[in-house]
């Protein structure tokens, strides 16, 4: 008789002993004690010997898995792992076409004879159940995780090759991005997604983590391939990629039709879309959520537009933010969300300008505004007040409050009205406590201003203030020149031509502030702001392109003031000019 | 001056005829002067270097003390020096008449040397001409400190130009000719296109067929200027493509898609390890897709499966008064300094050839990171890495600004090998 009449008579054997065994308690009663000793000794520490119970039990029952496993688990702890492996051999002969089995046998050979056995027992299981893609993913899988990429690779590619490109794309991708072939592996998540879109989650953190330089093939390809589960995983790429924008108008031309596929895209995009906090990913934010807005229904659709309303408001869009909350009954609504969106809404409205709609809403809302965000919102309201020059209604908003923030804002008022005995008080005694912090530094500055200017009153510089203020910085500086002249020498002009010079130099206008700057020079070259003043001014011949007279400046800083605090950047600076350091 | 005999004369004078030598000096700085401390208390140690080497430009004494405060600088009192120092802020401490004598004591009575600097060493740097100073470690450095450089390629190489310098290094070049080996993976990036482009272009012009060729035949002059003196820095890709290039004289080790026939299959085996300069026996990547050329890296960090995580290297501690070379190379404020990733990251030990001079390694890793060595007249330095103070450096990355690491004690290593050539040859004892 042939071998292989012989093996096949022998499995038939097997197989009909094993089924009569399966079918007799007493055998099932005998295996279960094998189990039962062997979990025993396995707890106790005492491998071997639960391997010998391990045994016992496959002795009867040669094709049952959880003994096959518990006794690799107690080969390996001993060290004698390719002793199970006749088991194993036993057990496909008796059930030659369990793929569980099979697929314990590639992961005993692999473990026990490396490279060499794991592919013959691949080629095996291959042999065996030829219409199944599971020994390609287990051993492309087993490939990878050695490292050998452009192995595992080639054996997806026999998979491919005969179950299609789409069956083993899950499984070709990680392998793709291990290996750093990131277009080809956002390709292959591609058509995962397809098939299953559950996967665009970890498609878009596994592509994701391509490097710059790689992106916009990765982009490219995948909106190439014009399938919508290519065009959500580029939309979600680019929103990990910062652009936003972009990614939003991807993901809106590929909505799917199911009323549900569709919810459940644009939830996770505007959820995605709030973490980075850039104004271009909260707006793209907004537009998601108003598009689940339109597919939700009563208070679903009211959060989701309060919501919408916040994000817009963050992203500085105004316009989109009160289209949102227009359409939501406000005065009605307890909705969870509405109380933060219309803190938003109203900081908003005051820092743009709208004060008096920004007034309306904060008396319509005060009592069901959150406690804690009262103080921050009538800073903001008294803020807008006084930028719009109305220094009582902005004094009249914070009333009596005591706070930190609302000493400084008094200081502010006071020295708008060129009471600058009471600013400097308020200031001094708000201290460096204000928040936020560029608010802190802004009053900070303005207090060392007024303590160089020997005054009690100066209303030019008031008035120069509040241009400023108002966005009119050309007046602002005339104005500040006024002021300056009415100061002696030793008593502020200086500084305050300084701060004029420097008011101009950074809204653009080189000449005056040129001038304003050597002014400032003149009248006081070795006080306090000279140092800070000729800095300025040599900034401005560097931006002008006049390096050699930024570097005069430069030097003459550096060498007459070496202890100032303006050295570093006056060095920094140096270095610029000289094309020592890369423009940053 | 040839360097062997540099090397050779420095190398001799060892032992208390030096020791006396340094009490006794008479060709360094006289009488006090300024100094240029360089251990923690230095406030610029980068611009350090550019103040000593303009010094030198000028035709200034000054003296380099090896060990000696973290290796400072004596230079001889001037204003200017005064007034760069004082711009770049780089601190200096007067040094009266007098006073040099007890520096001298504290050198000849421990591991410490008086080296003194003859001049400037006209510096070139090979670099394509359509890159920024901001692309390379060196370029950086040198421009930071203020130290003039020019820029040669292959044109001035092949036309003879190398010999009008006495230092030179090499900028992440990649003379086996793939294009860093970048080609396929960013086939479509605007500046891998020029890249491709120029390379072209400019073997096209000079006679070759493709950039492959054009290299091999550019580092043959590399060599050739070491041989006959002179002196050469490399680092990141420009250390192992430039020996696989020496190697590869007779045999493609250049991807089909730069040079239009594949890699030969038996490529490893041809080459000729006996025209390299530091590393012998190496095994190259035969694939394509794969960013890395040989296992003379030992890092490989762009090969996932083989890519091996940063450590921190450690500087050897030579005899100054026996080895004045590898210590003047190792002068640093700190001994450990973090490591950084490049295309090649590090040298694999056991591809190191004998009478390599290992600088600085990790210990108990199987790579080295900072190696020298001579070849023929002349000596050539290869540091691992591509910016000190950018470890994970990616493409696309914004340029390291220096003046955020004026201490940088990465970037005193790739320094210290351009003032090295400056170093005047010992007068030998009898």
Known sequence: MRRSSLLTTAAVLLTVTVRLAAQDPAADEAVQRARVQAVDLERQGRFAEAAAWYIRGLEVQPANTTLLMGLERMLARVGRLEEALPYFERAMLAAPSDELIRELQFRLAARAGGVDSASAAAARWVAALPESVTPYREWSRWLAQRGESE?????????????????????????????GRWAEAAEQW?????????????????????????????????????????????????????????????LDGALPDPRPERVRLLRRFADRAGQPGTREAMAARGFALERLAQLSDGAAAERARLQAAQAFADAGNLTAAQRMLSQVSLDAAETAGAADAMVTFIRVLAESGQVDEAQRHFERWEERLPPGQLVALRAALAWGWVAMGELDRGEAVIGADSSVAALAL????????????????????????????????????????????????????????????????????????SAAERLPAGGGRADVLAFAGEVAAAAGYAERAERLLLDALDADSAGPSAPAAELLLAAVYAEAGRNEEALARLEHVILTYPRSAVVPQARRLLDHVRGMIPKT | MRRRAFVAAVGAAAGSLVSREVLARTDGVQGGGLLLPMDEHQTNHLKAYGVAFRALKRGGR???????????????????????????????????????????????????????????????????????????????????????????????????????YEWLHLHHEDFTGQFSKFYLS???????????????????????????????????????????????????????????????????????YSDGTPMALDATA????????????????????????????????????????????????????????????????????????????????????????????????????YIHGEHGDGTWTFLGGHDPEDPQHQIGDPPTDLSLYPDSPGYRLILNNVLFPAARKRELKT
């Open chain 1, 151 to 179: 192995a595992a690779l080639a054996v997806l590619q026999q998979g491919r090759a005969l179950f299609g490109d789409a069956a083993l794309a899950e499984h070709a991708a990680p392998v793709l991005t291990q290996a």
């Open chain 1, 190 to 250: 591609a058509l995962a997604v397809a098939r299953n879109r559950s996967l665009l989650s970890p498609a878009g953190a596994s592509v994701g983590r391509a490097p710059p330089g790689s992106r916009d093939a990765v982009v490219q390809l995948l909106l190439g391939l014009d399938d919508p589960a290519a065009t959500w995983l580029a939309s979600d790429l680019l929103l990990q990629w910062d652009r936003a924008e972009q990614a939003w108008v991807l």
């Open chain 1, 410 to 481: 008094r200081g502010w008022i006071a020295v708008y009205r060129g009471d600058l005995v009471t600013a400097r008080e308020c200031l001094a005694a708000a201290g460096p406590y204000a928040r936020p912090r560029a608010e802190t530094t802004r009053s900070a500055a303005l207090l060392v201003l007024l303590e160089q200017v020997r005054a009690e009153r100066l209303e030019e510089l008031g008035r120069a203030l509040v241009s400023l203020h108002t966005g009119d910085t050309l007046g602002a500086v005339e104005e500040l020149r």
């Open chain 2, 62 to 164: 000054a003296e380099w003390l090896l060990n000696f405060r973290g290796g400072s600088f004596l230079l001889a009192d001037h204003p200017e020096a005064r007034r760069e120092a004082a711009l770049d802020g780089v601190l200096v401490e007067d040094v009266p008449p007098g006073s040099d004598l007890t520096i001298r004591g504290t050198i000849a009575a421990h591991n410490m040397d008086a080296i003194p600097l003859d001049k400037a060493p006209r510096v070139a740097v090979y670099v394509p001409p359509n890159v920024a100073p901001w692309d390379d470690a060196v370029t950086m450095a040198l421009q930071y400190a203020g130290i003039e450089y020019d820029t040669v390629w292959d044109p001035e190489v092949l036309a003879g130009g190398l010999p009008d």
């Open chain 2, 186 to 256: 960013s086939s479509t990036a605007p500046w891998l296109r020029e890249m491709v482009r120029l390379h072209a272009q400019t073997a096209r012009s000079l006679g070759f067929d493709h950039p492959a060729e054009l290299k091999k035949a550019v580092a043959r002059r590399i060599r050739s200027y070491v041989a006959d003196g002179g002196f050469l820095f490399a680092m990141c890709t420009a250390t192992e493509t430039l020996e696989l290039a020496l190697a590869a004289e007779d045999v493609d080790v250049a991807a089909e």
């Open chain 2, 270 to 369: 041809r080459l000729r390890w006996d025209r390299t300069m530091a590393f012998r026996d190496a095994v190259l990547e035969l694939s394509p897709q794969i960013a890395t050329f040989s296992d003379i890296d030992g890092h490989q960090v762009n090969h996932p499966a083989r890519r091996q995580p940063l450590g921190a290297f450690r500087l050897f501690d030579f005899a100054a008064k026996i080895d004045p070379v590898p210590t003047m190379l190792v002068q640093c404020h700190r001994a450990v300094i973090p490591d950084f990733y490049g295309l090649t990251t590090s040298f694999t030990r056991e591809r190191l050839k004998r009478g390599v001079i290992v600088l600085a390694e990790e210990p108990g890793a199987p790579w080295v990171k």
